[in-house]
């Protein structure tokens, strides 16, 4: 008869699967104060799922009938070192973005831990999420014992700092739960004014209707003109509020390999990804996380970035996307030669 799983085996698994840091809550629902906070504040900004999906979010035996457990993972990845010479001055990539599709990367991480909490318990049932279903994964990971929510809204653990990626396990057994992690920030507050738009308006908290990673990634249509005068270098997500970051200052090297970035993932070539067309993005961007902002939304971002390089030269090119079918680009192509003439 297959041995009974417990929290030994289960950390065990995790690590030999790949995973960096795991920790083990009771599936108890979580405070729900935090995230009714941020929906009183419309910081959910388009999220809307945000709201529908809230009880499931926060109970769950609402995801997994007769849950027990919450496993919390984390894998790390390559930030902040040396990941190919000095940061671009436009059109700058957000450091998780610079390698393979986290998300397939953690599926398949994830796929191996079942495996082998099946092999063991064979009966055990479960559900699994990485950011694209309905589990609090900061949350877990804080309760879990993982690391804490810091001041900038990211987890942040002692070893990794914030340079990692999330993911939850629910299962139906009773396994011995860690302690919570204390919170580490103390009165450091670096991020908050570091932040180029004012998204944290409370330590913990972020607005995601002026969040450059929310408005560059998630956002579908235009971005809103005082987010776009905020862009500054970045192209794709944003990384300011991390790289201040104390914990962040020494960033181990023992990544996940296949979250390792690519010399030329760093940063956007603003020209070609202006022009681009749908089926260079389709063979570009297929298989990286930059396909989550889709076609419209890296042409867009790039018209942006070049509204900030005072380059003349790129107006051609911009220009000719004022006929776009997508009214995000022709929101951007719109503002940014307005940035350009007055550049002149």
């Known amino acids: 008869m297959p041995a009974a799983l417990d929290s030994a085996?289960?950390?065990?698994?995790?690590?030999?699967?790949?995973?960096?840091?795991?920790?083990?809550?009771?599936?108890?629902?979580?405070?729900?104060?935090?995230?009714?906070?941020?929906?009183?504040?419309?910081?959910?900004?388009?999220?809307?799922?945000?709201?529908?999906?809230?009880?499931?979010?926060?109970?769950?035996?609402?995801?997994?009938?007769?849950?027990?457990?919450?496993?919390?993972?984390?894998?790390?990845?390559?930030?902040?070192?040396?990941?190919?010479?000095?940061?671009?001055?436009?059109?700058?990539?957000?450091?998780?973005?610079?390698?393979?599709?986290?998300?397939?990367?953690?599926?398949?991480?994830?796929?191996?831990?079942?495996?082998?909490?099946?092999?063991?318990?064979?009966?055990?049932?479960?559900?699994?999420?990485?950011?694209?279903?309905?589990?609090?994964?900061?949350?877990?990971?804080?309760?879990?014992?993982?690391?804490?929510?810091?001041?900038?809204?990211?987890?942040?653990?002692?070893?990794?700092?914030?340079?990692?990626?999330?993911?939850?396990?629910?299962?139906?057994?009773?396994?011995?739960?860690?302690?919570?992690?204390?919170?580490?920030?103390?009165?450091?507050?670096?991020?908050i004014p570091a932040c180029p738009t004012g998204a944290i308006p409370e330590p913990g908290f972020v607005d995601a209707r002026r969040c450059l990673s929310f408005q560059t990634i998630e956002r579908r249509g235009d971005v809103p003109e005082a987010v776009a005068d905020g862009l500054g270098p970045w192209g794709f997500g944003c990384d300011d509020c991390q790289t201040v970051c104390p914990w962040n200052r020494r960033p181990r090297p023992d990544c996940d390999p296949e979250l390792a970035p690519r010399p030329h993932q760093r940063a956007f070539d603003l020209a070609a990804t202006i022009a681009l067309t749908e089926e260079e993005y389709r063979a570009r961007f297929y298989g990286t996380a930059l396909a989550r902002a889709r076609y419209e939304g890296l042409v867009r971002n790039a018209i942006l970035s070049a509204g900030h390089s005072g380059d003349a030269s790129l107006a051609p090119l911009v220009r000719a996307r004022l006929e776009s079918p997508y009214e995000g680009i022709r929101a951007a192509a719109r503002w940014t030669l307005d940035q350009l003439a007055t550049a002149r």
């Open 9 to 191: 085996f289960v950390k065990e698994s995790a690590r030999a699967a790949g995973f960096h840091h795991v920790g083990i809550a009771r599936a108890e629902p979580l405070d729900p104060r935090p995230l009714e906070h941020v929906l009183a504040n419309g910081w959910e900004a388009d999220m809307t799922w945000l709201r529908t999906q809230a009880a499931a979010r926060l109970d769950p035996a609402k995801l997994l009938p007769g849950a027990r457990s919450v496993i919390a993972l984390a894998l790390a990845y390559a930030a902040g070192a040396t990941d190919g010479g000095p940061e671009a001055p436009l059109g700058r990539i957000a450091r998780y973005a610079r390698g393979r599709d986290y998300h397939g990367v953690m599926k398949k991480r994830m796929k191996d831990l079942l495996a082998r909490l099946r092999a063991r318990d064979p009966e055990v049932r479960t559900f699994a999420g990485s950011d694209l279903g309905p589990i609090m994964e900061k949350a877990w990971a804080e309760r879990a014992g993982i690391g804490w929510v810091g001041k900038n809204g990211c987890l942040l653990t002692t070893a990794h700092g914030s340079w990692v990626l999330l993911a939850a396990v629910i299962l139906d057994r009773e396994l011995e739960p860690d302690h919570p992690h204390p919170n580490h920030c103390g009165t450091c507050e670096a991020c």
